[in-house]
């Protein structure tokens, strides 16, 4: 599975839109871009998942950049509750996931 | 979302007992079931993955022997931690991905954080 480059962490005001990008430049044409949070504690949290088309759930919204050698994930209006380790993981979609270091998302009030 | 449940969420055991941990899918069969470990500020570590009736494969590095693996039935795996000591203190995750068309996504459990004396 392809390699991901995530920044150790970001701030975002509540309220705001938090943008998470993800960087997969080693993608290749069957590899999907998934996003998972953990909370402080908790197990991963699925997210949002796609392949080449942009993506939108009650969740978040994934945008692939159309080389898809990156991503952004961006969660609409940040919450309190959306402080979290973000993780962005690219992988065929029979393999296991595995996890980087991700990103630590810090929701400010 | 699909739900997966871990048991208990919480153990702390004397060294050299075994603990036994449970993950149940609870709406959905899981053909696949992966386990993972966590130590504190670092990311989650894949330990085995185990298909429905089969053995497990374990990632290089852990001992079959020591984290034994069953997954009996399309909604139950089991880890047992044998032989405990302080340096299988971790928090423990199970996943479980289903039949088609779910078999791309992973869904984890809550954890088991384990404490040992």
């Known amino acids: 599975d392809a390699k991901t480059t995530q920044p150790p962490s970001m701030d975002c005001a509540e309220g705001r839109a938090a943008n998470l990008p993800c960087n997969h430049s080693t993608i290749s044409g069957n590899e999907y871009v998934y996003w998972y949070r953990q909370i402080h504690s908790q197990g991963p949290q699925y997210i949002i998942h796609?392949?080449?088309n942009n993506e939108t759930n009650e969740m978040a919204s994934l945008i692939i950049t159309e080389d898809r050698k990156s991503s952004t994930l961006i969660l609409p209006h940040a919450t309190l509750r959306d402080t979290a380790v973000y993780y962005c993981?690219?992988?065929?979609?029979?393999?296991?996931?595995?996890f980087g270091a991700g990103t630590r998302l810090t929701v400010k009030p | 979302g699909a739900v997966v449940s871990q048991h208990p969420s919480r153990v702390i055991c004397k060294s050299g007992t075994s603990v036994k941990i449970e993950c149940r899918s609870l709406d959905f069969q899981a053909t696949t079931m992966f386990w993972y470990r966590q130590f504190p500020k670092q990311s989650l570590m894949l330990m085995a993955t185990s298909n429905e009736g089969s053995k497990a494969t374990y990632e290089q590095g852990v001992e079959k022997d020591k984290f034994l693996i069953n997954h009996a039935s399309l909604t139950l795996s089991t880890l047992t931690v044998t032989s405990a000591h302080p340096e299988d203190s971790s928090f423990y995750i199970c996943?479980?991905?289903?039949?088609?068309?779910?078999?791309?996504?992973?869904?984890f459990g809550p954890g088991t954080r384990l404490t040992v004396l």
């Open positions: 996943s479980a991905r289903g039949r088609p068309p779910s078999t791309d996504t992973q869904y």
């Open positions: 796609g392949l080449k």
């Open positions: 993981i690219v992988r065929v979609a029979a393999n296991d996931m595995r």
